[in-house]
């Protein structure tokens, strides 16, 4: 597929400048807005008279006129995460104008629409989005998106797309004149446009119309990801949390590569999706959270609006139900999967480990096929996490034998197994896939799992647990694993992180938010930013490219473009944040406690 801008003899006078060229002071932060769709930012002084946003920009292009431009203020190894290869031109500056319009065929069109709807809001550009194969707008620069083929392309060029790009990677050129996204898959095309966003300036986040000099840095990215797995998991079991609160968190993965929405659905707490054929699961199981919370769950049509969302921004989700234990909210609702067949009291503290169904009962592996045939058919990606962690008290051998059969069950489904690492020592079904959270590298158990056929993804309680606090002060969280800052979730290597275990046998990795002291969307953000991007990092960047010093300038550049949209993050001390950044304002200080809807 190729995205590509032509330029034609525009002169200086078509390029917006910017009035302000610094970021504006942020005051406090206003009720957390979608990713994708920005807080306005402080006002640009330009006349109201303009009816249309178009028209605006083109004021402001006016208004430009004859001004020297600044040179482009993002460069082009600014990205997060770190591309695989990046080589400069200081010559080959590009600037959007106001007439752009956007090419594309029916192969890359979502794309195409999604980097409209990214930059209409801030340049007020129409860029409307048109047929490759068809006859081109009337304007000096034109943006294309296409299928890339081994010969020449529609339009002439040969856009032929580099063999070694794979499903996930893409390669940008930008030149005075020209810019050039090619890639094998939409999924590369999506992952070159987040690029390209990145690379406008931080204004791109803003809702409303800015007179700025819309610049791309010049010269060439090649790119491509380390790890084919890279997610976060957010638990909606503890605190549930809403479809337009997981639809928010998807845009924060998509904006940094991350491929998988692991959902820990179900726990002690509360069980979160609907299930037919034991209704009872939600309507008695779903109504309690931590400390007597409202609860809720998602019905099946929720569902199916979370994975699409999801689908359309190339990430896959990945449901758990959490089998044998943290299963307190289903034996309220059916006794008679509890071993004494008595049911519980609803359960809203914060400890683990307590309870389980029962597998001796023949009734159980029922209900877990059902569970896991029902949950299959709403889910296209190919996984199923059935849990398997803190079932303290089942005895080993039960617990062996129960996970042996819960594992056939998902397998019957057609879907691949995925399991914290406690089912290692369960036998292997093809594909399986543990999840490790350990906090020490030397796992026997782990490491012989692996050497069964297993691969893992890396989540270490240490590392990547987006619910441990930044510092002995941070009002929310945990400590159990440590404190883990920037730094910390940054400087590790999934590759050689378990003892035994080859970096070809880790499918990738993933930073859970467990949420036992996470309430709503302000506090969501606030644990994943600015963790986030260095678990992303991780996953997609070589080895090579991995540089603290590095990261942390990088990154630093991000929270103008966090504020700028609206969304809530920590100001963490080891960041040097530009001065444009407002100052820390902690969750526990927030008035919006409650969680906005997606515009």
């Given at each position: 597929?190729?995205?590509?801008?032509?330029?034609?003899?525009?002169?200086?006078?078509?390029?917006a400048?910017s009035?302000n060229?610094?970021?504006p002071e942020?005051?406090?932060?206003?009720?957390?807005?979608?990713?994708?769709?920005?807080?306005?930012?402080?006002?640009?002084?330009?006349p109201?008279?303009?009816?249309?946003?178009?028209?605006?920009a083109r004021?402001?292009?006016?208004?430009?006129?004859?001004?020297?431009?600044?040179?482009?203020?993002?460069?082009?190894?600014?990205?997060?995460?770190a591309?695989?290869q990046?080589r400069?031109d200081?010559?080959?500056d590009?600037?959007?104008?106001?007439?752009?319009?956007?090419?594309?065929?029916a192969?890359?069109r979502?794309?195409?629409?999604?980097?409209?709807?990214?930059?209409?809001?801030a340049?007020?550009?129409p860029?409307?989005?048109?047929?490759?194969?068809g006859?081109?707008?009337?304007?000096?620069l034109?943006?294309?998106?296409s299928?890339?083929?081994?010969?020449?392309?529609?339009?002439?060029?040969?856009t032929?797309?580099?063999?070694a790009?794979g499903d996930?990677?893409?390669?940008?050129?930008?030149?005075?004149?020209?810019?050039?996204?090619?890639?094998d898959?939409?999924?590369?095309?999506?992952?070159?446009?987040?690029?390209?966003?990145?690379?406008?300036?931080?204004?791109?986040?803003?809702?409303?119309p800015?007179?700025?000099?819309?610049?791309?840095?010049?010269?060439t990215?090649?790119?491509?990801?380390r790890?084919?797995?890279?997610?976060?998991?957010?638990?909606?079991?503890?605190?549930?949390?809403?479809?337009d609160?997981?639809?928010?968190?998807v845009?924060?993965?998509?904006?940094y590569?991350?491929?998988?929405?692991?959902l820990?659905?179900?726990?002690d707490?509360?069980?979160?999706?609907?299930?037919d054929?034991?209704?009872?699961?939600?309507?008695?199981?779903?109504?309690?959270?931590?400390?007597?919370?409202?609860?809720?769950w998602?019905?099946?049509?929720?569902?199916?609006?979370?994975?699409?969302?999801?689908?359309r921004?190339?990430?896959?989700?990945?449901?758990?139900i959490d089998?044998?234990?943290?299963?307190?909210?289903?034996?309220?609702?059916?006794?008679?999967?509890a071993?004494?067949?008595t049911?519980?009291p609803?359960?809203?503290g914060?400890?683990?480990?307590?309870?389980?169904?029962d597998?001796a009962d023949?009734?159980?592996?029922?209900?877990?096929?059902?569970v896991?045939?029902?949950?299959?058919?709403?889910t296209?990606?190919?996984?199923?996490?059935l849990g398997?962690?803190?079932a303290?008290?089942?005895p080993?051998?039960?617990?062996r034998a129960f996970?042996e059969?819960?594992?056939?069950?998902?397998?019957?489904?057609?879907?691949?197994?995925?399991?914290?690492?406690q089912?290692?020592p369960?036998?292997?079904?093809?594909?399986?896939?543990?999840q490790?959270?350990?906090?020490?590298?030397?796992?026997?158990?782990?490491a012989d799992?692996?050497?069964?056929?297993?691969?893992?993804?890396?989540s270490?309680?240490?590392?990547?647990?987006?619910?441990?606090?930044?510092?002995?002060?941070t009002?929310?969280?945990?400590?159990w694993?440590?404190?883990v800052d920037?730094?910390?979730?940054?400087?590790?290597?999934?590759?050689?992180?378990?003892?035994?275990?080859?970096?070809?046998a880790?499918?990738?990795?993933?930073?859970?938010?467990?949420?036992?002291?996470?309430?709503?969307?302000?506090?969501i953000?606030?644990?994943?930013?600015p963790r986030?991007?260095?678990?992303?990092?991780l996953?997609?960047?070589?080895?090579?490219?991995h540089?603290?010093?590095?990261f942390r300038?990088r990154?630093?550049?991000?929270?103008?473009?966090?504020?700028?949209?609206g969304?809530?993050?920590?100001?963490?001390?080891?960041?040097?944040?530009?001065?444009?950044?407002?100052?820390?304002?902690?969750?526990?200080?927030r008035?919006?406690?409650?969680?906005?809807?997606?515009g």
């Amino acid at each position: 597929m190729t995205f590509a801008i032509s330029h034609a003899n525009t002169p200086l006078g078509a390029v917006a400048v910017s009035t302000n060229p610094t970021a504006p002071e942020t005051g406090p932060q206003p009720r957390p807005r979608p990713a994708d769709a920005p807080a306005p930012a402080p006002g640009v002084d330009l006349p109201a008279a303009p009816a249309t946003a178009a028209e605006l920009a083109r004021v402001a292009a006016d208004r430009a006129a004859g001004q020297l431009a600044p040179p482009a203020p993002v460069r082009l190894h600014d990205v997060v995460p770190a591309p695989a290869q990046a080589r400069p031109d200081p010559a080959g500056d590009f600037t959007l104008p106001p007439d752009a319009a956007i090419r594309v065929s029916a192969a890359g069109r979502h794309v195409a629409e999604q980097l409209a709807d990214w930059l209409r809001p801030a340049t007020g550009f129409p860029l409307p989005v048109t047929d490759h194969a068809g006859p081109g707008p009337d304007a000096p620069l034109t943006l294309t998106l296409s299928p890339a083929t081994a010969t020449a392309g529609t339009d002439g060029d040969d856009t032929g797309s580099d063999p070694a790009l794979g499903d996930e990677g893409y390669r940008l050129d930008v030149t005075a004149t020209d810019v050039r996204i090619t890639a094998d898959t939409p999924a590369g095309l999506f992952h070159g446009a987040q690029t390209l966003r990145q690379l406008l300036p931080p204004a791109i986040e803003s809702a409303t119309p800015v007179a700025e000099r819309w610049a791309v840095p010049g010269g060439t990215i090649v790119d491509r990801p380390r790890f084919p797995y890279r997610g976060a998991m957010l638990d909606v079991a503890r605190h549930f949390f809403g479809v337009d609160d997981v639809l928010r968190v998807v845009d924060h993965l998509a904006r940094y590569k991350l491929n998988h929405l692991h959902l820990h659905l179900t726990d002690d707490q509360g069980w979160r999706i609907a299930v037919d054929s034991w209704p009872r699961l939600a309507e008695v199981g779903g109504v309690t959270g931590v400390g007597g919370g409202p609860g809720g769950w998602y019905t099946p049509d929720d569902y199916r609006r979370i994975v699409a969302y999801a689908a359309r921004r190339h990430v896959t989700v990945v449901p758990e139900i959490d089998l044998p234990g943290h299963t307190n909210a289903a034996l309220v609702a059916y006794p008679e999967l509890a071993p004494g067949k008595t049911a519980p009291p609803p359960y809203t503290g914060t400890d683990v480990g307590f309870s389980y169904v029962d597998p001796a009962d023949e009734r159980t592996y029922a209900f877990v096929a059902d569970v896991f045939g029902e949950l299959a058919a709403l889910t296209p990606g190919p996984w199923l996490h059935l849990g398997g962690d803190e079932a303290f008290k089942v005895p080993a051998e039960r617990y062996r034998a129960f996970v042996e059969r819960a594992q056939a069950l998902v397998a019957a489904t057609g879907k691949t197994v995925v399991g914290w690492h406690q089912i290692a020592p369960a036998g292997h079904v093809d594909g399986r896939v543990l999840q490790w959270w350990g906090t020490n590298g030397d796992d026997p158990a782990t490491a012989d799992a692996v050497r069964r056929g297993a691969r893992l993804i890396l989540s270490p309680g240490n590392h990547a647990y987006l619910d441990m606090k930044y510092a002995a002060d941070t009002p929310i969280g945990h400590d159990w694993a440590g404190l883990v800052d920037v730094r910390r979730a940054y400087d590790w290597d999934p590759g050689t992180h378990v003892h035994g275990v080859p970096a070809d046998a880790v499918l990738g990795v993933e930073a859970p938010l467990w949420t036992e002291s996470v309430t709503n969307r302000a506090e969501i953000e606030f644990m994943l930013l600015p963790r986030l991007p260095a678990l992303a990092e991780l996953g997609w960047s070589p080895r090579a490219t991995h540089d603290w010093p590095a990261f942390r300038d990088r990154l630093a550049g991000h929270g103008v473009r966090w504020a700028t949209a609206g969304i809530a993050f920590h100001r963490a001390p080891e960041i040097p944040w530009p001065a444009t950044v407002a100052p820390q304002r902690r969750p526990a200080d927030r008035p919006d406690r409650d969680r906005a809807p997606l515009g």
